[in-house]
């Protein structure tokens, strides 16, 4: 499975938001054990770093974005891809890159808290919390 992980979930770590934190550390956690299965978007490190060095310092979010271009793959754009995203039907231009961003890819489902704003997404969302759930049942033994 390979996934897009959105900007959200990385400020939950980056940022300890409760009571996210724990799934979407869940989900940077399954990142590291499953090289090249996780991806982020090209914009979203311009977003982390603007929203980090204000809430968390330079350092700080520098150290998280060198921590995710050890594990992540990154999904580039181009104007085709942004045109892609100006016409889908999606109440967020942010959230239509992702999801440009990760079809382009050929990325399965898109990890972010804000499933309702990808309805009409060509990939489909999970949250980080859903995520682990079945990931989790994936990994439990079968008993029986």
């Known amino acids: 499975m390979r996934i897009l992980v959105d900007t959200n979930v990385f400020l939950d770590v980056l ?27 090209w914009h979203s490190l311009s977003n982390l770093y603007y929203i980090g060095m204000k809430t968390v310092g330079i350092a700080t979010v520098c150290h998280q974005i060198d921590a995710i ?15 892609r995203a100006r016409r889908l039907k999606m109440p967020d ?3 239509a890159l992702q999801a440009t961003a990760a079809q382009t890819c050929g990325l399965d489902l898109i990890v972010t808290r804000n499933g309702d ?12 919390a859903l995520f682990r759930q079945q990931q989790q049942r994936r990994q439990a033994p079968n008993v029986g």
């Open 15 to 41: 940022m300890a938001r409760e009571p996210w934190v724990r799934d979407s550390r869940y989900v940077l956690d399954w990142a590291d054990a499953h090289p090249s299965q996780a991806w982020i978007a």
């Open 69 to 83: 271009l050890e594990t992540f793959e990154v999904a580039a754009g181009n104007r085709e891809s942004v045109l």
């Open 93 to 95: 231009f942010e959230d």
């Open 117 to 128: 704003d990808f309805v009409h997404s060509p990939v489909q969302p999970i949250t980080p």
